[in-house]
C-alpha cells in the first residue's frame, strides 16, 4: 500500500491512502503537485520514495502505465459500441417515443407508434414545425412523460433514423435489429421538405395558401362568389369572383358585384376580427362560453390566449388563420356599395377553449 508522508508529522499521524490522491488528481501533475506542497511520496511495500531520483522514476513509470490502461479500456468499450451499431444493437439509453424495452431490445409500442406516424403525416402535410404542433397539442399527443410535444420535440422527432428500422454511429447508417415505425415513403418526403429552411417553407405555403374566405363571402343575389386568381408580369393577383360572371350570366343590372379584391376584402375581414378580440367583454364572454365544455379553463388563460392572438396574427400560418376565421366568422355579403360582415361571437368559446387549454398544458 503506497502512503504520503508529510514532513513534520509525527510517526503515528493519520497518513492518506494515494489511491485518492490519484483518483483525483492530473497524472502528469502529480509529482509537481506533491513538490509544491512539499509532500514525499513513500511506498509501504516497495522500496521507493519520491525523495530519490530512482522512487520518481518508478512512480512516473506506474502512473504512465495507468494512463494507458485507461485509455486502451476506453478504446475496447468504444470499438465494442461501434460493433454493436453496426450490427443494429439498442445500446440503451433513452427510449424513443413509440418503442418500450423488453430483453434489451426495442419492441414496437402501438399506441405511441400512431402518434409518431401522426407527427409525419401532419408535417409532410403542413411542411410546417409550428403548425405540427398546434395539430398534435389539438389531439393531445403527448410524449413518455406525459408533456404535450412542444416544436423541439417534433424535430428530433423527425430526425431519428430509429423510426424506419435503422441504427445511426458517428456519421453511418446500419439496418436494425428492431422493427421500423415510419414508412420509408413519408420519411423521404418529410426530409425532402427539411432540406427547405423554415423561413422558405414558411414563404411557400403563405404563396400556396387556399383562399380565407371561402364558403363564407357572398354576393346581395345570396350566391357565394369563388375564389380565382390570374398572373401579370409574374405577380398573382387573386379575386373572389360571382357565379353569375363565371357561368357568363347576365348580371341583371349594377345590384351584383362581379368581383372584389381578396386581399381588400380579406383585410377588412380580419380587422374586424382582431378588433373583436380587443374588446375585453367580448373575450368574457368567449370565456363564458367556453367554461361549458372546459370547466377547469380559467377566465386568465382563456384572456391571455386570446390576447396573444392579435400581435401574433402575422406569425401563423394560412392555414390556422382560416380555421380561426371560420370559427369567428359566420357570413360576408358584399355589393357595389359595400359589405356586410357578419361575426360569430359564440365562435370565441370554442377558441378560447382550445388555445386556453394549450396554455395551461404547456
Known amino acids: 500500500m503506497m502512503m504520503a508522508a508529510f514532513p513534520g508529522a509525527p510517526w503515528n499521524a493519520p497518513r492518506c491512502n494515494a489511491c485518492c490522491v490519484i483518483l483525483n488528481l492530473d497524472f502528469a501533475k502529480l509529482v509537481e503537485v506533491m513538490d509544491a506542497h512539499g509532500v514525499t511520496f513513500v511506498s509501504v511495500t516497495q522500496s521507493f520514495n519520491t525523495t530519490t531520483s530512482m522512487g520518481r522514476l518508478t512512480l512516473n513509470i506506474l502512473l504512465s502505465f495507468a494512463q494507458f490502461e485507461r485509455e486502451v479500456?476506453?478504446?475496447?468499450?468504444?470499438?465494442?459500441?461501434?460493433?454493436?451499431?453496426?450490427?443494429?444493437?439498442?445500446?440503451?439509453?433513452?427510449?424513443?417515443?413509440?418503442?418500450?424495452?423488453?430483453?434489451?431490445?426495442?419492441?414496437?409500442?402501438?399506441?405511441?407508434?400512431?402518434?409518431?406516424?401522426?407527427?409525419?403525416?401532419?408535417?409532410?402535410?403542413?411542411?410546417?414545425?409550428?403548425?405540427?404542433?398546434?395539430?398534435?397539442?389539438?389531439?393531445?399527443?403527448?410524449?413518455?412523460?406525459?408533456?404535450?410535444?412542444?416544436?423541439?420535440?417534433?424535430?428530433?422527432?423527425?430526425?431519428?433514423?430509429?423510426?424506419?428500422?435503422?441504427?445511426?454511429?458517428?456519421?453511418?447508417?446500419?439496418?436494425?435489429?428492431?422493427?421500423?415505425?415510419?414508412?420509408?415513403?413519408?420519411?423521404?418526403?418529410?426530409?425532402?421538405?427539411?432540406?427547405?429552411?423554415?423561413?422558405?417553407?414558411?414563404?411557400?405555403?403563405?404563396?400556396?395558401?387556399?383562399?380565407?374566405?371561402?364558403?363564407?363571402?357572398?354576393?346581395?343575389?345570396?350566391?357565394?362568389l369563388s375564389p380565382t386568381h390570374s398572373r401579370k408580369k409574374g405577380r398573382m393577383y387573386r379575386y373572389y369572383v360571382a357565379q353569375r360572371v363565371l357561368k357568363h350570366e347576365e348580371t341583371g343590372g349594377d345590384d351584383i358585384l362581379r368581383r372584389i379584391s381578396a386581399a381588400q376584402i380579406e383585410g377588412a375581414v380580419i380587422g374586424q376580427v382582431r378588433a373583436l378580440l380587443r374588446q375585453p367583454e367580448i373575450v368574457a364572454g368567449g370565456w363564458l362560453a367556453a367554461r361549458q365544455e372546459a370547466p377547469d379553463l380559467s377566465e386568465e388563460d382563456a384572456r391571455d390566449a386570446l390576447a396573444r392572438l392579435d400581435p401574433l396574427w402575422e406569425e401563423l400560418f394560412p392555414a390556422e388563420q382560416q380555421r380561426i376565421i371560420h370559427a369567428l366568422v359566420d357570413r360576408v355579403v358584399v355589393g357595389p356599395t359595400g359589405a356586410d360582415i357578419r361575426l360569430r361571437v359564440e365562435g370565441l368559446g370554442s377558441l378560447a377553449r382550445d388555445l386556453g387549454r394549450g396554455r395551461a398544458a404547456a
Do not use: C
Open 73 to 224: 479500456i476506453g478504446e475496447r468499450i468504444r470499438d465494442k459500441v461501434a460493433a454493436s451499431k453496426a450490427r443494429g444493437m439498442w445500446m440503451g439509453g433513452k427510449v424513443p417515443l413509440g418503442y418500450e424495452v423488453a430483453n434489451r431490445k426495442l419492441m414496437v409500442n402501438d399506441a405511441e407508434a400512431k402518434s409518431v406516424r401522426q407527427v409525419f403525416e401532419f408535417f409532410a402535410e403542413t411542411a410546417s414545425g409550428t403548425e405540427t404542433v398546434q395539430r398534435l397539442q389539438a389531439k393531445r399527443i403527448t410524449s413518455k412523460s406525459g408533456r404535450l410535444l412542444n416544436k423541439g420535440d417534433v424535430y428530433k422527432i423527425l430526425n431519428l433514423r430509429t423510426y424506419v428500422g435503422e441504427v445511426e454511429h458517428k456519421g453511418r447508417i446500419y439496418p436494425g435489429e428492431h422493427q421500423a415505425i415510419v414508412p420509408r415513403a413519408l420519411w423521404n418526403k418529410v426530409h425532402a421538405l427539411l432540406q427547405t429552411s423554415p423561413r422558405a417553407r414558411a414563404v411557400q405555403n403563405r404563396r400556396h395558401q387556399t383562399a380565407l374566405l371561402k364558403g363564407l363571402i357572398f354576393g346581395l343575389d345570396g350566391r357565394a
